[in-house]
């Protein structure tokens, strides 16, 4: 097409046939051809750019050994030098000529004094200054339009004019003499960095440069007043950043305490800041968590969210449209590409989609919410703790709640899976942050005090976790534990009903079972108190058994409900055998409860012994109601006067215990914990010790205390790892220690501390349970590094263990090494390396060259490009000459490395071809234009098995 032609070039000469006019493209270049070869002592050269390319254009012409002076400028202002610099250098970025040999040229110029550069816009003249002249040895030059940069002497159409009038040219040379005077020397500057250029960067540098540029984050809106990320955080944002713009879903695992409100509030303020969302749906915890999320999101940060607790996708629809489940559903049918559905502790739904398995009724959380995420395009950011439970269908729950997987070459889009740990580690839309790697990567970063402890910084005040936390698995003996186990093994809990229930095996199969509801509820309530038991023993002694005649007969006043199932034996049977035992653990003996003494004895050492009064709390967990008031009632007699003790849990007016509301425990957690709420002293009461039930296991801080009693067994691994995170968690005291308790039955274990293998059916059921959750706790350990829990009576788990960290053994179980190289962990590997060496980067140059040794047999050179506002790493075989496409996150972990790698003796030249000829293929390939494309570092790969045939090598083939 005729637009496309390129513009003549004309040009006059004199009688003397010299170019007296030149027009159009080249016409720089003409007047440069005819005059600069007459150089013999001075070459004055006055433009609004100078640039690399236009000298390398032009330096074979000057060969008088003429000095060459410069007089430049563009912008106005007290930085107009550095912009300048800038201008200068930003040709190193380019990538169709190759500079090195015009550069060492200049250098040399620079370095003999035969090179002078001025900038002359930074201060005002009496001319102004948009001067473009070159005069040559005061006799002869030319004027125009042309910039002494390739684009002004041969590219773009300009206007250029001889110069031959001797007056003229004084005047000129005196102007200009006059201005170089006073403008500012760029010499020693530029000088210094085109020598840093030919002298090429460390790899390390190369990798950092490569790094920023495919990582930095720039800094969301937000208020003063907000809590700003700390650098752990960061790499988490950045993160799940990425995998939210590449796969439209993140899931973060992060342990307990590390701040997921403010990672999600900055992971969402990034998502708006970008323009990927427009609005937020939230589902979290109610309470005073959902306060914290509001606090966050709206308050801080001005986002445009709606919150919803977690229950709401629980409960069935509503005719009323203002009921929110209604109005969570409406949001819902809404949601788009530009919507973020944020879900907070999203392990409430782990189980799904076992509900879904079994068919019996279909799961409303995913009729609900998958929907807007795999066919609305909704993003999804999901964010809690724990995943693991029970089985590792909780995985499957959870991934089945994230966006499909991008489609494969012929093939559908597919779920994501995983039915190991392992291989849910691996997945790129999972990123785990557990305690162990929260210290090394501050340790990396340098953030140890004077002691040698590790701290993260949090809003500029020193926070610590402890280096180890004490675990203890005190065992005691169950009240009328020969009787008790007798009665059980005599079947006097056995009723006619079996409840069918379904679960997932150890390789995601669904299988199923029964079990004795009635039976199963006396064992865990035997193992939790004498009341928890005595009312068992009620209800047992007053249902029928299948062979009792039925009838209907009023409850008296304080009787105990029957069970909805009969019993197999006759209930005068089970009467003769059970009344006595309940007579004798009714009323409570606090005395001879050695499980109520263990808990005193912890209370006593923790509140009374080892630490001044007040200081050290007890936190205490529990599963049954009726043993929350029992232990209120016994701690409260023994410390009488002494310590303060609370529950979660109360009476209610027809004497049966409940649970307090959600506002009166809040206001219960908070006087617990007023430090930790921040609460002013001495605004409320205090307490010393705290139980509570897992329906505040999660979501609130509980730092104030250093001791967790389990005095109750949970039955999962999630409820497990929540109650300790209630204390496990960053505070400004370095000196902080943990122990955690956990209260076990000995009847379940052999004198040598193993559990049993016996016949006996209550003790193989109560050996079920601790093994489960042993099993349990072990499988989600595999994911969370961290262990909680031991079966040893005492025992010590370091915090800050270096072989469960990062960059070496990351899990535990051997099983687990591969998972060290896994995206999410290599991922957060680069992301500590940027926030580390952030002020390092800041130095680069913006444009790196290097080279280093490899131990692969080709030479290749990676070359990370910018166009159109977009970075594009590449990677090209040198020998095959063809691109190669590993992906980003392969090409990142090539450029890794340490920050002592040195370079290989690759010249500078032979990098900086490769890199162009690298550059070059990528846009013939993508239809780009190379002149908009920009190489922002390379690095040159040499096999290491090829230096011994020396440098030579590279200037014939790059084998």
Partial sequence: MAENLPAPLYITHDADDRPALAVGPGAGLVMAQHCLPQARETIRLASVYFSLSGYALTRQLMTGGATLRVLIGQRDGPEAHRAVLQEILADLAQCELTLAEAIEELVLRMKTGRFFIREARSYATSYGYHCKFYLVDNATGWHGSTNYSWRGLKGSAEQASLLTDQAQIAMLAQWFDESAALGHDLLADL??????????ATPFQVYLKALAALRQLDEPPRRIQADRPTHYQRLLIARALRQITEYNGALVVAATGLGKTVLGAEIAAHCYASGITRRCIVLGPAGSVRKQWLRHLRTDRDLNVVY????????PDSDNEDHQVELLRQHLRSADEHTLILIDEVHTYRNQWLREAVKTASSRVFERLVPAVHHQGARVLLLTATVYGTDFGNLKSLLHLLPLQPAAEGQPRREWDARTAAQFAALPVVTI?????????????GDVDEQGRVFVEFNTQRCYLPPELYLYAPRYQLPLQDAMQRALDEERFASTTLILHSYFGEQLQLEKGTANSIYNETIESWLSSPPALAHCLARNIATPGYRDPVYAQPLAAGEALPYQYQMKQKQTTRQQVL???????????????????????????????KATLGTSKVLVFVNR????????????????????????????????PELLPPPERGWLLRDFAPVAHRRPAGTGPDYHVLICTDADGKGVNLQDADTLVHYDLPTAADELYQRVGRLLRLTPNPERQIAIYTLEPA?????????????????????????????????????????????REQAQEPLENPTAIITTDLMADPVFEAATDAPAQAELRHLSALARYRDQINQLADSL??????????????????????????RYNLKTRKLETPGEAALLEQLACPADTKQAAVPVAIVEQRANEAAQAWCQEYGAVSTDVMKVCALYLDPQRMLRKGAARLLASDM
């Avoid at 919803?308 to 629980?314: E, I």
């Avoid at 029992?630 to 409260?636: A, F, M």
Wanted: aromatic fraction near 6%; charged fraction near 20%.
């Fill in 191 to 200: 000088l210094a960095r085109l020598q840093a250029w030919l002298d090429m």
């Fill in 308 to 315: 919803f607790s977690l229950d709401t996708l629980f409960r």
């Fill in 433 to 445: 942050l557990g305690i162990p790697h929260v210290l090394q990567l501050a340790r990396e970063r």
């Fill in 579 to 609: 009344r006595p035992l309940l007579n004798a653990i009714h009323p409570p003996d606090f005395i001879h409860d050695e499980k109520f003494s263990l808990l005193q004895t912890i209370v006593q050492r923790v509140c009374l012994t």
């Fill in 625 to 656: 109601w009726a043993t929350a008031l029992y232990l209120v009632e016994g701690l409260t007699k023994g410390f009488a006067g002494v310590l303060r003790v609370a529950s979660t849990v109360t009476t209610a007016v027809d004497g049966t």
């Fill in 747 to 791: 009847l379940a274990y052999a004198q040598q501390g193993e559990l049993l293998r016996v016949a006996s059916k209550a003790q193989l059921a109560i050996e079920t349970l601790i093994t489960r959750l042993q099993r349990r706790h072990d499988h989600s350990q595999r994911i969370m590094v961290t262990g909680v829990r031991t079966t």
């Fill in 849 to 874: 060259l290097s080279a280093r040794t490899y131990a692969e047999t080709q030479a290749r050179v990676i070359v990370l490009l910018h166009t159109a506002g977009q970075y594009h790493l590449i």
